[in-house]
């Protein structure tokens, strides 16, 4: 059964977005961890923290909330356990949990995870031997 409409669209195309956002932030992270020299770290740590709090912001947001308070009236009456029930239920969750962090604090901590694991492998290049090094 079928239960889509525009308002649920509307809801999934903004989860899309956020989901963009996030994968840039994941492609970010990596580079950061195999490839980007170690002078690279600050603006790195900037570069994230400024996703982060984009990512953060569109989750948080009215424009958010609204989409789905919509779509959840769309899809009233839907099976308990459908797909669509279903992901209003964790978006639900997941809004209301990041709505008691505030973006500042959200980026500063992702920012400075960015710049620990610098300081991690470059920890783990000093004090491991180089017969058991990973890289």
């Given at each position: 059964?079928?239960?889509?409409?525009?308002?649920?669209?509307?809801?999934?195309?903004?989860l899309g977005e956020i989901?963009?956002?996030?994968?840039?932030?994941?492609?970010?992270?990596?580079?950061?961890q195999v490839n980007m020299p170690p002078g690279g770290v600050?603006?790195?740590?900037?570069q994230i923290g400024t996703l982060?709090?984009?990512?953060?912001?569109m989750i948080i947001s009215d424009e958010t909330a609204r989409l789905l308070e919509d779509a959840a009236k769309e899809i009233e009456g839907a099976p308990y356990d459908s797909d669509e029930a279903s992901l209003i239920r964790v978006v639900a969750q997941d809004v209301k949990?990041?709505?008691?962090l505030?973006?500042?604090?959200?980026?500063?901590?992702r920012n400075w995870k960015s710049r620990g694991i610098r300081c991690g492998q470059r920890h783990?290049?000093?004090t491991i031997s180089p017969r058991s090094r990973p890289f």
């Amino acid at each position: 059964m079928k239960l889509m409409g525009e308002r649920y669209d509307a809801l999934v195309s903004r989860l899309g977005e956020i989901r963009n956002i996030n994968r840039a932030l994941a492609v970010l992270s990596w580079d950061q961890q195999v490839n980007m020299p170690p002078g690279g770290v600050h603006g790195r740590g900037a570069q994230i923290g400024t996703l982060t709090r984009i990512e953060h912001d569109m989750i948080i947001s009215d424009e958010t909330a609204r989409l789905l308070e919509d779509a959840a009236k769309e899809i009233e009456g839907a099976p308990y356990d459908s797909d669509e029930a279903s992901l209003i239920r964790v978006v639900a969750q997941d809004v209301k949990e990041q709505t008691v962090l505030p973006s500042d604090l959200v980026t500063k901590m992702r920012n400075w995870k960015s710049r620990g694991i610098r300081c991690g492998q470059r920890h783990a290049r000093t004090t491991i031997s180089p017969r058991s090094r990973p890289f």
